[in-house]
């Protein structure tokens, strides 16, 4: 959690930068990367279980269980469908933005619920469909103000 700050702070940086101003959209921003970032960060634990075991890092899943750390990454994931729905709800973005973020995001939920063989299959399919948001959502953000 306290490796996200520097995540969501790059683009509260930037958009500060762009705008010249500290307001909703950049906690927003921030929010969304947290939430991004944790959903990220837990499927690669998930995924490297066996490693992080071994090397005795105190991650989620290896201190709480991959079912826990599978219940924090659904939550997160509702956090990031919220917030990224609030730069919508704000007025900062225009409702195709809402739409397609409400897609990826149904997509994302379908990876991370549904069933598969081995929690390491789960935390690969997450992490890579989190790749895959990421770079939707970051075209989303730069093209949200200029759709309706």
Same mark, same amino acid.
């Given at each position: ?62 201190? %709480? !269980? /991959? ?5 924090? =990454?659904?939550?997160? @994931?509702?956090?990031? *469908?919220?917030?990224?729905? &609030? #730069? ?35 935390? %690969? !399919? /997450? ?5 895959? =948001?990421?770079?939707? @959502?970051?075209?989303? *953000?730069?093209?949200?103000? &200029? #759709?309706?």
């Amino acid at each position: 959690l306290i490796g996200t700050v520097p995540g969501g702070a790059s683009l509260v940086a930037g958009y500060t930068a762009v705008t010249g101003s500290l307001d909703r959209a950049a906690a927003i921003l921030f929010v969304i990367m947290l939430a991004w970032q944790m959903v990220h960060f837990y499927a690669i634990a998930v995924y490297r279980l066996k490693d992080y075991s071994d090397a005795q890092l105190p991650v989620l899943p290896v201190k %709480k !269980g /991959v079912k826990t750390t599978k219940k924090q =990454v659904f939550a997160y @994931t509702l956090l990031f *469908l919220f917030s990224a729905s &609030l #730069l919508t709800w704000e007025d900062y973005t225009g409702y195709v933005f809402l739409a397609a973020i409400i897609v990826v995001c149904a997509i994302w939920l379908k990876s991370i619920v549904q069933d598969v063989p081995s929690d390491e299959q789960w935390g %690969k !399919g /997450v992490f890579k469909a989190s790749l895959s =948001v990421l770079v939707v @959502t970051s075209v989303l *953000l730069a093209l949200g103000p &200029l #759709l309706p």
